[in-house]
């Protein structure tokens, strides 16, 4: 061992965890910190926010398993990570948020920028706390780590003072875990379930965020070859079955009727896998408490009384899929069709010939699916835009199509689409913004140019907070406070650097975007929209039942 500041082997401690990456902004009290980063193999990208830095660590932990790291500094830079932070929260991201602090000697008294960080955080972390001394540096960065990427994954925190990170200290990192435990049920769980489903009248697979995070898209997929058995999709759980397979139901919870028509009023077992009831809750699609439920998930089920679960198989749930398909390939059963799948993608192939300008949303939609490949990546900021591409866009691959349906901030597309072109550099990404909620992080359209990060970001502009607008005029048939005006979207691209089109037509959009999806540069479109059109689609799918 060899002493050096404590800073320093802060750093190598983040190396020996795998950390490529911390998005932030430096700040007086992390001075230390900073030029350790500087001279270690981690790249720290500079962004214009701390909100945007710490979303991109949200999605960097998405996308990886790996925690995404985010600095901000102490008082106003540490208060400006906590909704991002508390999106990685409800979304289950894994991510430790590095936050700078006065000495130790100032924190019983009033004093300049102090606040209380660590209590601010704890509500929206798995777990947080300040570094109290440098001796500790190695077991609280691994504990952070741990925590952070362990089942269900999620944020951490951890406050350094700035006379601690400047100490002269003798140590060496923790070695890094050696990987995920895989967990599984007993045999009699298994086998306990695998003769429910298989005396079941009509199953029916309830798949949710936690398919993708666990990398189990492949083995669900077997179990419905296996078995038959028709599965349906949340909002983040989209892509966990290709849209195309004659077993996907569509995706659910937008609408009151949307579990009935994709089955479920039938099935007299539900199985949910990775479902999280942070997006839909189960009284939804249990009103009247009489479904047996299997529960597989990485961690035990949550309490409700709309969920009550007859077993539940918790462990790694690749593993588990793989074991249930061999219990029950004997026995396939007859694929049955989703009235509910049937009206969404009709009306989305309907859209092809919607010539209509300003564009409706499934036209626009039905661009940028014609114009993406099966692996290229959607990621859908937040309002009435993003329920359309949870209801209609379809999805071939898990972790392709990106919601956010736990916290559910505005203004998160933008710096998510810069941290998924960094983890996935050979595919196309797309954002889709409504006006509204674009100007909330446009500042870092400069750390995509900055970065080169080649992702194109499309703007529905109506000049109105759309969701807002249509649940006011369902419920007082007028709406209020809901109208403002936009700068000119293609001027401040051009002024951010980057080149940008407004469209006058749907042919237009739609070259425009094969186009820009052809730069090695970000980019920008401006689509006139038409939100005239009701996202329920349907009577026949009932009144809504989730927020924007």
């Known amino acids: ?137 190695p077991e609280v960065v691994r504990k952070a780590f741990k925590v952070a990427q362990e089942p269900k994954p999620g944020p951490t925190h951890i406050e350094l003072p700035e006379d601690v990170m400047g100490d002269q200290i003798d140590a060496e990192p923790l070695p890094a875990g050696a990987g995920r435990r895989r967990l599984e049920p007993s045999a009699a769980d298994l086998l306990g379930a695998a003769e429910l489903i298989g005396n079941a009248i009509y199953p029916i697979i309830l ?171 959607l990621i859908s900021d937040v309002g009435l835009h993003k329920l359309w591409i949870a209801r209609m866009f379809p999805a071939h691959e898990p972790n392709t199509v990106l919601i956010a349906n736990g916290l559910a901030g505005m203004g998160i597309a933008l710096p998510t689409a810069i941290a998924a072109k960094l983890v996935h550099p050979g595919r196309r990404v797309v954002t889709v913004n409504g006006d509204g909620g674009f100007l909330m992080n446009v500042q870092e359209l400069e750390t995509a140019v900055r970065l080169k990060t080649p992702i194109v970001n499309v703007i529905w502009e109506n000049s109105q907070f759309g969701s807002i607008v249509w649940k006011q005029d369902k419920k007082f048939g007028r709406h209020f406070g809901t109208d403002f005006t936009n700068p000119d979207f293609v001027k401040l691209a051009d002024a951010f650097g980057m080149p940008a089109w407004r469209c006058d037509s749907v042919e237009d959009f739609g070259s425009r975007l094969r186009h820009a999806l052809s730069l090695e540069l970000p980019s920008l479109i401006v689509v006139p929209i038409d939100y005239s059109l009701d996202v329920s689609i349907s009577e026949e799918l009932g009144t809504e039942t989730v927020a924007a």
Request: proline share 5%; with cysteine; net charge negative.
């Open 1 to 137: 061992m060899s002493s050096r500041k404590a800073s320093d082997l802060f750093v190598e401690c983040l190396e020996v965890e795998g950390v490529k990456y911390v998005f932030g902004i430096p700040g007086e009290e992390t001075l230390d910190l900073n030029e350790s980063l500087q001279d270690s193999s981690i790249d720290f990208i500079p962004v214009r926010h701390e909100q945007g830095g710490a979303y991109m660590a949200d999605m960097y932990g998405r996308l990886t398993g790996r925690a995404g790291v985010c600095l901000g500094t102490l008082g106003p830079g540490a208060t400006n990570l906590i909704t991002a932070v508390a999106d990685a929260f409800l979304d289950r991201s894994p991510l430790v948020a590095l936050t700078g602090q006065a000495d130790l000697q100032r924190m019983h008294k009033e004093s300049h920028q102090y606040i209380d960080v660590v209590s601010m955080f704890k509500p929206v972390t798995k777990w947080n706390t300040r570094l109290n001394a440098a001796g500790v540096i």
């Open 207 to 377: 798949a949710g965020n936690g398919v993708s995070r666990a990398g189990a898209a492949p083995a669900l997929r077997e179990l419905v070859r296996a078995t038959g058995i028709g599965v349906a999709e949340t909002f983040m759980g989209k892509g966990a079955l290709d849209f195309e397979d004659p077993h996907a139901l569509g995706t659910v919870g937008l609408q009151s009727r949307d579990y009935a028509l994709a089955g479920f009023e039938d099935a007299d077992v539900v199985i949910t896998i990775g479902y999280d009831l942070v997006e839909h809750a189960p009284s939804n699609w249990n009103p009247k408490r009489d479904k047996k439920i299997i529960c597989i998930d990485s961690v035990p089920s949550e309490v409700d009384a709309n969920f009550v679960t007859e077993i539940d198989l918790v462990g790694d749930l690749y593993h588990i899929l793989s074991r249930l398909a061999e219990e029950l390939r004997h026995s396939p059963r007859t694929v049955v069709r989703s009235r509910l799948d049937d009206i969404v993608l009709g009306r989305f192939e309907a859209a092809k010939d919607d010539d209509a300008f300003p564009m409706q949303p499934p036209r626009a939609l039905w661009e940028i699916r014609q114009a993406l490949g099966r692996h290229d990546m």
